[in-house]
């Protein structure tokens, strides 16, 4: 269903429903940003995991998400972040340790990098 029919059928539903609608939005958005958790919690639960952290690259500061890097195969795991609009990488071999990249993204197009190693 395309914009212009999702908005005739709410004008059509009349204004409780679209109050409604309103009101579920708004909730979303609140629950969505209110519960977004930090870098730090976020390193946290993997250092109880049993994680320990090798290296932090990059310019630590508030995120907007993150997301992982991670694989039991690999031979190696590629760490890369932006720091004042330049990309740059460094390799971390999986030998004796098993690898994690926790990839933090900032609101000014940077990001940062915690690496976690375990024993394999």
């Not at 059509?12 to 679209?18: D, F």
């Not at 500061?61 to 992982?68: A, V």
């Not at 890097?69 to 031979?75: E, G, T």
């Amino acid at each position: 269903m395309d914009y212009f029919r999702l908005t005739q059928l709410v004008k059509s539903m009349g204004k409780s429903v679209t109050c409604s609608i309103l009101i579920i939005n708004c909730i979303l958005f609140i629950s969505i940003t209110a519960c977004a958790p930090s870098a730090n919690e976020v390193v946290q639960e993997w250092v109880n995991l049993g994680w320990k952290i090798e290296s932090i690259h990059g310019t630590e500061g508030k995120i907007q998400r993150h997301g992982k890097l991670m694989s039991k195969n690999a031979r190696a795991i590629e760490a890369s972040w932006i720091e004042k609009g330049e990309r740059k990488t460094k390799l971390y071999p999986q030998i004796k340790d098993q690898f994690i990249v926790l990839r933090f993204f900032k609101s000014d197009g940077d990001e940062f990098v915690v690496v976690l190693k375990k024993r394999k």
